[in-house]
């Protein structure tokens, strides 16, 4: 049984897509209203931040639905939704990889990062609602339940193994198809999308890349969304864990960028993650009459991200001492 009803809460869906276009303009409008590039300090603070509100925006779902269910029933939401978040927010390491290969193959100065950021995050959001919306429909049937957990099993597999060579862009089918369907400018006029030259319009390489990240987020969604359908069947938690996650990507960006190549044993924890929500999809919910307890899950999640950055760090570490001599 669902709780949370779109026919019911359909107010509450249009509330929060309203919150969340009202924040997302005053980002753009007031605080990076001039293009700059964003400081480790302003990214930082941006993404406690957004963590903070996601916090809070749990809090006060806990207190309404303990009102108007039961505190058991408030409980096991809250937890569902932490759960969530944690999942997407874990998962999203691989779109900033993705940010950071894309703005170097296109050379993108950072003054202009946060501006391609802002729009593709903006589409992310639109896409994800859609597959949500589809996910919800589609997970009531056994098959597809088995079938997504099958992926998330064999994604986190693939990554397990996978090398680590740096992606070769110049090759990729997705930026070929993009140079097939637009004229390319092949250099970089300030923050700007488009321009026109001889009475041709040219796209630029900020929204080549644009479209790029926006179709990395497309084939990404495919193995998150139905991650967070393995923990719970509230499309309402779902959506709003989701969206909460994809609004720190920018500032958890900016943030890490500087560092991601220290953290070298987070795709195994990635890795895990998947497998572990794939399995309970596929196997650990039924195993435990139906739901595997969502207090378990995150502890295990938690667990299998924390360990691999804290292995990361102990080996970045040894690195730093072997290069030092001691």
Known sequence: MILFPFAEYWW???????????????????????AHEVSF???????????????????LFYFYAADKFDPVIGKAVALEFLTGFVVEKSLAIDNIFVFAVVFNYFAIP????????FWGILGAL??????????????????VVWFFGGLLIVTGIKMLFAGDEEADLEKNFLIRLLKRFFRVHPKIEGDRFFIVKNGKRFVTPLFIALIFLELS????AIDSV???????????????????????????????????????????????????????MVYLNH???????????LGIIISLIGGSMVASWIADRRAQQKALGK
């Open 41 to 59: 300090k302003e990214a930082g603070a941006w993404t406690v931040a957004w963590i903070s509100l996601a916090l809070l925006f749990n809090l």
């Open 226 to 280: 139905p991650a967070i359908f393995a923990l719970t069947k509230e499309p309402l938690i779902v959506f709003t864990s989701n969206i909460f996650a994809i609004l720190g990507l920018r500032s958890m960006f900016f943030m890490l960028a500087g560092s991601m190549d220290r953290f070298i044993y987070i795709k195994y924890g990635l890795a895990a993650v998947l497998m572990f929500v794939g399995l309970k």
């Open 126 to 143: 639109l896409f994800r609602g859609i597959f949500i919306a589809l996910g919800s429909v589609l997970m009531q049937y056994e098959w």
């Open 12 to 34: 509450f869906y249009l509330s929060f897509v309203g919150f969340v276009l009202a924040m997302l303009a005053l980002d753009l409008g007031v605080f990076h209203r001039k």
């Open 217 to 220: 987020d497309i084939i990404f």
């Open 287 to 297: 195993a435990f009459g139906g739901k595997f307890p969502i207090s378990w899950s």
């Open 110 to 117: 950072k003054v202009y990062q946060h501006r391609i950021l």
